[in-house]
């Protein structure tokens, strides 16, 4: 007889930041009214990373209902305005990535239209970042709340967190335990399948239980112990377009409390800087191709703001994404879905719309196939807009002193890429559409950053000569340095809202 009703029992496999923000979330949506069991093994432990976040993350903590103040406090976090690229162009280059608008809007051609044309026409002599609020605060190392108040240059800048990824895990556990989610602790060794239809039945564990449940989210990390060992849902290899497969990390003794990350370009890679609390995060991602293991921890280990508080640990991984996220009673969530490494921080963010996703076309136990359909296709064209704007980075640079930049450079690229720097190579326009993650300020960041310069402005700008625009941004400027100036430091603004207490030696 058919499955009517709905879900009775949710099974979580996995407890790493995809497995406790999925049961956090579940346990808030559906409330008491569907059992969630979580099980992860502490023998096999979390991959332990993922420090660094975009603004969306504000948005499902606030649908959690979890205070900004008491989220920072216990993870040790700290703000994050943007990224600083460093060394990406060419050596010596450095741009930043910004969560916010360039300048403000002042007329109805988009700031940046007016802005390229000063630039192009040689009446505007510095970089875009010149104009961006988040980069006047983040080189002055200050933080403050953006204000609502849309008239001022102060609403025009956004921000996420930084923090550690294991007290975040460690954070939503507690809050996920308190909402009724099971936690078990053990190692999955066998997943029943029914002879049918192949649909999970339940997992066994290396105690002799088993755990039933209607429907499974595969948590597990890269192997994908459900989605690909149980049901081979198949991988899509992305590494021809993004080739770095390792990762070797490091935390060490805080330097400067920088209200950004820094990511710079290095011979084989690059390599990550997150300042938290505690400690300051730190990562060489690299290929394993154009560099060995122990070279690239050397090279991690030489470029440190201080001592180091532990071994590089090393990390491996295959860029790409999961054929079918969703395949019959089973969603991937979180690095059993895909990866396609650290360097715009979207993985936390693509865990974050998979379980959004998922809640809204959570199945009943008639488990419609229609609902794993629009799951995958909204998640695929997620992950290849994401790829797209990552593989922007490695396209577009003049570097040629390795093996890796010198590939990327000439590398093919999707012709949906192609397709976006056309259009802004050659009149300075932004394709996108309301689905991007990715915003235009960021692509203008990158593409300018990176050496897209396109031939010429946008027409309609030309055609606005009686817009008093010099004016305009000159008073933009000056609005945004009493802005920051009026601005606590970075330190001073977390030791006044969120300073996490001292660590236990
Ligand atoms: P994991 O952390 O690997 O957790 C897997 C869980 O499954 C564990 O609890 C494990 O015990 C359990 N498990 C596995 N097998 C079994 C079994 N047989 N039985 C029971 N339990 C099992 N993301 C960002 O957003 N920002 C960043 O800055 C960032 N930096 C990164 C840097 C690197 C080098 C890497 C590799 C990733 C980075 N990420 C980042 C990604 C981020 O770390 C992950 O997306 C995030 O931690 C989620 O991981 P996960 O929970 O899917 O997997």
């Known amino acids: 007889m058919e499955q009517t009703g709905p879900l009775q029992h949710i099974v979580i496999v996995g407890g790493g930041s995809a497995g406790w923000m999925t049961a956090a979330a579940l346990a808030q949506a559906v409330g008491p009214a569907c059992r969630i069991t979580l099980i992860e093994s502490e023998v096999i432990g979390t991959v332990g990373v993922g420090e660094a976040t975009i603004p969306p993350?504000?948005?499902?903590?606030?649908?959690?209902?979890?205070?900004?103040?008491?989220?920072?406090?216990?993870?040790?976090?700290?703000?994050?305005?943007?990224?600083?690229?460093?060394?990406?162009?060419?050596?010596?280059?450095?741009?930043?990535?910004?969560f916010g608008q360039y300048g403000a809007e002042f007329d109805s051609v988009p700031?940046?239209?007016?802005?390229?044309?000063?630039?192009?026409?040689?009446?505007?002599?510095?970089?875009?970042?010149?104009?961006?609020?988040?980069?006047?605060?983040?080189?002055?190392?200050?933080?403050?709340?953006?204000?609502p108040d849309r008239r001022l240059i102060q609403s025009t800048f956004d921000y996420a967190y930084h923090f550690d990824a294991g007290l975040y895990?460690?954070?939503?556990?507690?809050?996920?335990?308190?909402?009724?989610?099971?936690?078990?602790?053990?190692?999955?060794?066998?997943?029943?399948?029914?002879?049918?239809?192949?649909f999970i039945t339940a997992v066994a564990l290396d105690d002799g239980a088993q755990i039933e449940g209607d429907f499974f989210v595969d948590c597990s990390g890269f192997r994908g112990l459900l989605i690909e060992e149980a049901l081979h849902a198949g991988y899509d290899n992305w590494q021809h377009w993004l080739p770095c497969d390792r990762a070797v990390a490091v935390p060490c003794k805080r330097g400067t409390f920088?209200?950004?990350?820094?990511?710079?370009?290095?011979?084989?890679?690059?390599?990550?800087?997150?300042?938290?609390?505690?400690?300051?995060?730190?990562?060489?991602?690299?290929?394993?191709?154009?560099?060995?293991?122990?070279?690239?921890?050397?090279?991690?280990?030489a470029n440190l703001d201080g001592k180091p508080l532990a071994d590089p640990r090393p990390l491996r991984f295959v860029t790409g994404k999961r054929r079918k996220f969703w395949e019959k009673n089973c969603v991937a969530i979180g690095l059993s879905?895909?990866?396609?490494?650290?360097?715009?921080?979207t993985s936390l963010h693509l865990i974050q719309y998979g379980i959004l996703r998922l809640i809204a076309l959570l199945p009943d136990q008639r488990m419609s196939p229609l609902l794993a359909r629009e799951y995958n296709a909204q998640t695929a064209i997620e992950y290849e807009r994401i790829r797209d704007f990552l593989i922007?980075?490695?396209?577009?640079?003049?570097?040629?002193?390795?093996?890796?930049?010198?590939?990327?450079?000439?590398?093919a690229i999707p012709d949906s890429l192609q397709y976006k720097i056309d259009h802004f190579r050659e009149y300075g326009l932004l394709v996108a559409d309301e689905r991007e993650l990715f915003a235009n300020p960021s692509w203008i960041a990158v593409y300018f950053g990176q050496g897209i310069t396109p031939r010429r402005a946008p027409a309609l700008a030309a055609m606005r000569s009686f817009v008093p625009v010099a004016e305009r941004m000159g008073a933009i400027a000056r609005a945004m340095d009493e802005a920051v100036a009026a601005m606590p430091s970075h330190g001073d603004f977390i030791a006044r809202h969120c300073a996490a207490p001292p660590l236990a030696a």
């Not at 460690?170 to 996920?176: G, I, P, V």
């Not at 997150?274 to 154009?290: A, E, K, M």
């Not at 396209?395 to 590939?407: I, Q």
Request: aromatic content about 14%.
């Open 258 to 301: 920088t209200p950004y990350t820094r990511s710079t370009a290095r011979a084989a890679g690059w390599q990550w800087r997150i300042p938290l609390q505690h400690r300051t995060g730190n990562g060489y991602v690299h290929c394993s191709q154009f560099i060995s293991e122990d070279a690239a921890a050397e090279t991690l280990l």
């Open 57 to 98: 993350i504000r948005n499902f903590n606030q649908r959690l209902g979890i205070d900004e103040a008491t989220f920072v406090r216990e993870t040790q976090g700290s703000y994050k305005l943007g990224i600083q690229f460093v060394d990406w162009h060419h050596k010596g280059a450095s741009y930043f990535h910004p």
């Open 337 to 345: 879905a895909g990866f396609m490494e650290p360097l715009e921080s």
């Open 169 to 198: 895990a460690a954070f939503l556990r507690r809050y996920a335990e308190h909402r009724g989610v099971t936690r078990v602790e053990g190692r999955v060794v066998d997943v029943a399948l029914r002879g049918e239809d192949g």
């Open 392 to 411: 922007l980075h490695y396209k577009a640079t003049a570097r040629d002193d390795g093996e890796l930049w010198r590939y990327t450079a000439d590398m």
């Open 111 to 147: 700031f940046y239209h007016h802005w390229m044309a000063g630039h192009l026409a040689g009446e505007i002599a510095g970089p875009i970042d010149d104009f961006s609020m988040c980069w006047a605060m983040a080189k002055a190392g200050k933080f403050a709340h953006p204000s």
